[in-house]
């Protein structure tokens, strides 16, 4: 199992920039793939990034393409996504999760392991 805590969120002005973190106890944590979801107020949960268990592979929904970048840094058992030039449609609670199963990044089914989420509110 692994447990996922996410920080970094904040309120920012259309075209700013935040950095999120998602730290992942247990020493397993290289065994999953990691991504970020978001969930505005009414609406379901989207894929926004994923990354592969090594870092070498990124995905990205197209609505962040060129915005955000996801990372990961296996020694210290955390994963990150920088958010660049947001907008106010960003607005949402940001997740962090982690599966171990293949398939699309953007399968929310194939994630067991879920942070508490953290609110990004960006202003116009």
């Known amino acids: 199992q692994v447990q996922l805590v996410e920080s970094g969120g904040g309120l920012v002005q259309a075209g700013g920039s935040l950095r999120l973190s998602c730290a992942a106890s247990?020493?397993?944590?290289?065994?999953?793939?990691m991504g970020w979801f978001h969930q505005a107020p009414g609406k379901e949960r989207e894929f926004v990034a994923g990354?592969?268990?090594?870092?070498?592979?990124?995905y990205y929904a197209d609505s962040v393409k060129g915005r955000f970048t996801i990372s990961r840094d296996n020694a210290e058992n955390t994963v990150y996504l920088q958010m660049n030039s947001l907008k106010p449609e960003d607005t949402a609670v940001y997740y962090c999760a982690a599966r171990d199963r293949v398939g699309s990044y953007d399968y929310i089914q194939l994630y067991s392991y879920w942070g508490q989420g953290t609110q990004v509110t960006v202003s116009s």
């Open positions: 247990g020493r397993t944590f290289r065994s999953y793939d």
């Open positions: 990354i592969s268990r090594s870092g070498s592979s990124t």
